[in-house]
Nanobody, 123 residues
Framework: QVQLVESGGGLVQAGGSLRLSCAAS????????MGWFRQAPGKEREFVAT???????YYADSVKGRVTISRDNAKNTVYLQMNSLKPEDTAVYYC?????????????????WGQGTQVTVSS
């Protein structure tokens, strides 16, 4: 059974940092792109970042320059380092594993999803 489990969310003041982790189990994803999405209350789930099997990264404009996605295939884990956080970053953050080696912003291209971790940024 494939599982993606996120951790590292919490409450942080504006300008602060958080590092989210997503540990995968049940199969390895070294040949798959991994991604992070987020969903704020009353809004659709939106793309945040993705990293390909060759470590190429791609970010949403809203987080570019403040967020870094990385992966450790030996640990079957993907990370999201978030700096200079803003109140508008408040959302549930979801990890996802793509069907493809190179990821994109399309939710439909991701086959597996975690349960999400809450990030709250206070002003």
């Amino acid at each position: 059974q494939v599982q993606l489990v996120e951790s590292g969310g919490g409450l942080v003041q504006a300008g602060g940092s958080l590092r989210l982790s997503c540990a995968a189990s049940g199969r390895t994803f070294g040949s798959n792109a991994m991604g992070w999405f987020r969903q704020a209350p009353g809004k659709e789930r939106e793309f945040v970042a993705t990293i390909s099997w060759k470590y190429t990264t791609y970010y949403a404009d809203s987080v570019k320059g403040r967020v870094t996605i990385s992966r450790d295939n030996a640990k079957n884990t993907v990370y999201l380092q978030m700096n200079s956080l803003k109140p508008e970053d408040t959302a549930v953050y979801y990890c996802a594993a793509s069907n493809f080696a190179v990821g994109n912003a399309d939710r439909g291209s991701y086959a597996y999803w975690g349960q999400g971790t809450q990030v709250t940024v206070s002003s």
